[in-house]
T-cell receptor, first 114, second 113 residues
Framework: DVKVTQSSRYLVKRTGEKVFLECVQD?????MFWYRQDPGLGLRLIYF???????EKGDIPEGYSVSREKKERFSLILESASTNQTSMYLC?????????????FGPGTRLTVL | GNSVTQMEGPVTLSEEAFLTINCTYT??????LFWYVQYPGEGLQLLLK?????DKGSNKGFEATYRKETTSFHLEKGSVQVSDSAVYFC????????????FGKGITLSVRP
């Protein structure tokens, strides 16, 4: 079974702090994604990566950055957390090619910024 | 650009009722279509998919047919169970896109005994 794990289920940070959200997948997937999920807005893509050291902006990259130093790990960084970044953050991975239709999601990290 | 529109929620049904959740899309070319489900406290998981027009995806008693003429991918189940209570997301992967998914806003389904 594909397993995508996220470093924390719940996280509370203060405004201005630097925040790291970690995601690890164990299926040797090339593609990895970070989304945020907000009520009434569904899932919105923040950043994605098709390979190590490669990243591309999604639909809402402002205020975020990412790091992909190893194939299995994709980190989301909030350089200076703000209250409007309080949200549920979901990581996903997928294989390349035709099987990339299916994305596998982690359980999510609920981040609260005070 | 690509977009997915889901019917407004939440939806509350009694056990064994018939379920329909509407989903329509806007995309160029021939996208692939998906339904993902999120059970309480969990991440999303793929429920079913269809990759070309007239395909029917099915899983766990749920079905959805890819209708290109109406740009729709409505989710149906003949008899819902309490365990089907979850949030359901319709999504598409655009033709030529490199694994990017566009999601609808999601709809919460509650099934009461």
């Amino acid at each position: 079974d594909v397993k995508v794990t996220q470093s924390s289920r719940y996280l509370v940070k203060r405004t201005g702090e630097k925040v790291f959200l970690e995601c690890v997948q164990d299926m040797d997937h090339e593609n990895m994604f970070w989304y945020r999920q907000d009520p009434g807005l569904g899932l919105r893509l923040i950043y994605f990566s098709y390979d190590v050291k490669m990243k591309e902006k999604g639909d809402i990259p402002e205020g975020y950055s990412v790091s992909r130093e190893k194939k299995e790990r994709f980190s989301l960084i909030l350089e200076s957390a703000s209250t409007n970044q309080t949200s549920m953050y979901l990581c996903a991975s997928s294989a390349p090619g035709p099987s990339s239709h299916t994305q596998y999601f982690g359980p999510g990290t609920r981040l609260t910024v005070l | 650009g690509n977009s997915v529109t889901q019917m407004e929620g939440p939806v509350t049904l009694s056990e064994e009722a018939f379920l329909t959740i509407n989903c329509t899309y806007t995309a160029t070319g021939y996208p692939s279509l998906f339904w993902y489900v999120q059970y309480p406290g969990e991440g999303l998981q793929l429920l079913l998919k269809a990759t070309k027009a007239d395909d029917k995806g099915s899983n766990k008693g749920f079905e959805a047919t890819y209708r290109k003429e109406t740009t729709s991918f409505h989710l149906e189940k003949g008899s819902v169970q309490v365990s089907d209570s979850a949030v359901y997301f319709c999504a598409l992967r655009g033709a030529g896109a490199n694994s990017k998914l566009t999601f609808g806003k999601g709809i919460t389904l509650s099934v009461r005994p």
